[in-house]
């Protein structure tokens, strides 16, 4: 009931709303209901309280989710050079971002890139990567795309199952 944990409560709304609304292909509504969460993580700043993962650093990581779910993957990319995950920030979040930016490099066609974000992904959070369809998804596109067998995608998609 205190103002920061009311602000974070909406702030989390906001980005529920931005990522179906990049599910449902409407930019606008995507763009506008990000610009609400970022105004509001810019003035409570991080809340590792709540029992949330609030503030600036989760609404870049929901922007590069969310330009993925437009399939604007270049622009992913882009915004999570500015994605910094702070140590001991929530595991399966982090886990998430890294499932996003990869499959956004798989996309691109940067496919080293993209098999360096899943390792990422299993090393924050391995049981929700294994199982994720993101994962499944980008490794399966890896697979299909590659000229040269690689051994690392191998052993990771013999890990997920794929």
């Known amino acids: 009931r205190r103002p920061e ?3 974070a409560m909406r702030g989390i709304l906001h980005l529920r709303a931005a990522v179906i609304a990049g599910r449902a292909g409407d930019r606008d509504q995507a763009d506008a209901r990000l610009a ?8 409570t700043g991080e809340l590792p309280d ?3 993962t609030w503030g600036p650093v989760n609404v ?3 922007a ?15 915004l999570a050079a ?3 995950i702070p140590r001991g920030w929530s595991r399966s979040r982090g886990g998430h971002h890294w499932m996003d930016l990869g499959r956004a490099y798989a996309w691109s066609g940067r496919e080293d890139e ?6 990422k992904a299993r090393r924050a959070a391995p049981q929700q990567t294994r199982y994720h369809p993101t994962t499944r998804e980008t490794v399966r596109a890896l697979k299909r795309r590659q000229r040269v067998r690689s051994a690392a995608l191998a052993q990771y998609a013999e890990w997920v199952g794929v």
């Not at 609400?36 to 003035?43: G, L, P, T, V």
């Not at 590069?64 to 882009?78: P, W």
């Not at 993209?114 to 390792?119: K, N, P, R």
């Open 82 to 84: 500015d994605v910094r």
């Open 5 to 7: 944990g009311l602000a």
């Open 36 to 43: 609400e969460a970022r105004a509001i993580a810019d003035a």
């Open 64 to 78: 590069v989710a969310i330009a993925g779910e437009l399939e604007e993957y270049g622009q992913a990319i882009r």
């Open 114 to 119: 993209a098999l360096d974000c899943l390792l």
């Open 50 to 52: 709540y029992g949330v």
């Open 60 to 62: 870049g990581v929901h």
